[in-house]
């Protein structure tokens, strides 16, 4: 099996998957914080990372053939000046001309040299390299699910893992892999999930897994690589066209499990790949359409939700606030000119003063937190503007941004990072953090949307569940309107309608909006008792609160 950098593979990655080739590189290196920034307004640069405290510029730059020239050294040089960078490196898999080290050169002696890496060097260093990086060492309940995973995929080739966000599903999903191509290392092994953004993480994650023999690439709209060997990470449509034209991988794992349908693109590909091993993993598994995706990978090989989690030591504890506004909705209706009230809240109808108030809320829980580090869950695009403007108004949040899928792919990775750089100290966002995303130094949630999705909550809350060093728990705020009505659509999601005018109220209003801080641990203990740690249940539960609410309707 060709390794991830020899010159084929190099070939064979296109420009769009040679910069990932790097990244793999500068992990064996022994780099940390590796980010890949390319795209526009990158400044030159396409990999940001660390070293022993030092911070590394890369510009990758893949050729068919021919030279490299001393245009990639000054765009490298203008990315270190931007970054603020000590070290800037070009990088290519054919070779530099005379004029780029002649370039480098006249350069070194204004500042430090810039570093050429060359095909040649690209295939010395992977000589060099440790075979893998990092050391993985399963906790008691990963080796327990490795265990009854790989007994049932020897059994029935089916094996489903259900495992609460923060516990480390993608790490045992890799040692499965890696155990598979240890034992056969010849075999080809799909990863698949439904969001090319996904699949990307999916196979930086799994690169500490394997050794670096085993090649990896991405298969997605934008990448059809001709060489399928090793572990291919694929969205589902581009893994089903690749499987149509007779790709036969020996393992598949589904990431997001739950996304398997009765029918479509998912049910379609394990059809068609029904002599491999799959390997289903999810924290929430339920579906809105109530399809059992046990029908297609068995039932559970193992469980382990959120209580339990959080029991064992291995999630943070959730200190959950909930809180219940004093708005008089029949007047709001009544005052709104398209008789707007609470179900149109934060989608066509906003009251400023109440988002003010989540602000003074937050602001307290800020103010009592280590290191405070938030996410502001919004219901709507626009309600997340809204909401960020109201926090920037207050000088302890005058970087905070909105994250949404409103926003160029470029803004929202730039946002992102510097969120997990510290740069950026609060998010508001909408959905677009609820999978596949690993921000661990959150310990504030706020739930400014009402979710009547078990599966968005769930994966919401997850966020900030993630235990680091001096983190032991999660502030969560839970700002809703009106318990009864609440209690009675969870059940049910709402099909929001696109549709209709915006409206905004700011006199319908109390001149202070406050809310009552209504600690009830009790609500999350009967919550997770109720629905049976929430992730782990495949019937529909109803949130049964506590008796001091009060009848619901």
Known sequence: MRGFLDAASLLDAGPLQFPRRIERLLWHLGFSQVDNIDGSGDEGGDILAEHRGELWVIQCKWKRRGAVGAEAVDEVNRARDHYRARHAVVVTNTRFSPDARQRVATLSR????????????????????????????????????????????????????????????????GEVIAGHLRRNPDNKVLVVAHAKDLVQQLERALWRHLPKEVPTRLLTGDTRPDDLSGLTCATVGS?????????????????????????????????????????GVTATPWRGDKHDITLRLGAPSFTLGIEEGMRRGYLAQVDYRLFVDDIDWDVVRGASEHSYGLAELNAKLFLPQRDEAIRDELASAWATTRSPRAIVFCRTIEHAERLADVLRRTPLWSDALPLHAGLAKRERQSRLLAFRSGEVPILTSVDILNEGVDVPDVNILCFARVTHSRRIFVQQLGRGLRLREGKERVTVLDFVSDLRRIAAALKLKRALDSGGEIETLAKVTPSSIDFSDQRVAALMDEWIKDAASL???????????????????
């Open 110 to 173: 204004l500042g430090p040299t810039i570093l050429l890496w060359g095909g040649t060097d690209l295939t010395t260093s992977f000589d060099r390299v440790p075979r893998r990086f990092g050391e993985i060492t399963p906790r008691p309940y990963q080796a327990d699910a490795l265990q009854a995973l790989n007994s049932d995929l020897d059994a029935t080739g089916r094996a489903l893992l259900i495992l609460a966000t923060g516990l480390g599903k993608t790490v045992i999903g």
């Open 239 to 279: 893994a089903l066209a690749a499987a149509r034209f007779g790709y036969r991988p020996d393992l598949v794992m589904v990431d997001e499990a739950h996304h398997i349908g009765e029918e479509g693109q998912y049910d379609q590909l394990l059809e068609t790949l029904g002599h491999a091993r799959q390997l």
């Open 535 to 553: 992730e782990t249940a495949y019937d529909e539960h109803r949130l049964q609160f506590p008796d001091a609410f009060g009848p619901q309707e």
